[in-house]
């Protein structure tokens, strides 16, 4: 069983990371609306739901996409944190 101290620091590291995450979609989308999740789901550890405006092109819709999940791979080689990552069609 995880000590109260370990516990705390894993969700510290999780939050560390989600922020990350969200700092970099509103760095490469700023007028994207951005969701962050911490309820765990199967093996998922945080969730990020990226809302971008309705002018993004494809192209960029799919950069932004690309950019955050080499994050979110790079995220889970570091510490083991399955962070899931999706980017919303501005259409919809």
Same mark, same amino acid.
């Given at each position: 069983?995880?000590? !109260?101290? /370990?516990i705390?620091? &894993?969700? @510290?590291?999780? @939050?560390?990371?989600?922020? =990350?995450? $969200?700092? *970099?979609?509103? /760095?490469?989308? #700023?007028? $994207? /609306?951005? =969701? +962050?999740? %911490? +309820?765990?789901? !199967? &093996? =998922? @550890?945080?969730?990020?739901?990226?809302? #971008?405006?309705?002018?993004?092109?494809?192209? =960029?819709?799919?950069? *932004?996409?690309?950019?955050l %999940?080499?994050?979110?791979?790079? %995220?889970?080689? !570091? %510490?083991?944190?399955?962070?899931?990552? $999706?980017?919303? &069609?501005? $259409?919809?």
């Amino acid at each position: 069983m995880k000590s !109260e101290a /370990r516990i705390e620091k &894993d969700r @510290d590291l999780l @939050d560390q990371k989600l922020t =990350e995450l $969200a700092l *970099l979609a509103k /760095r490469l989308c #700023p007028n $994207a /609306r951005v =969701e +962050v999740n %911490t +309820v765990r789901y !199967e &093996d =998922e @550890d945080g969730r990020l739901k990226v809302f #971008p405006p309705s002018g993004l092109s494809e192209a =960029e819709e799919e950069a *932004l996409e690309e950019a955050l %999940t080499e994050k979110c791979i790079a %995220t889970l080689e !570091e %510490t083991g944190l399955f962070i899931l990552c $999706a980017v919303f &069609d501005p $259409a919809i």
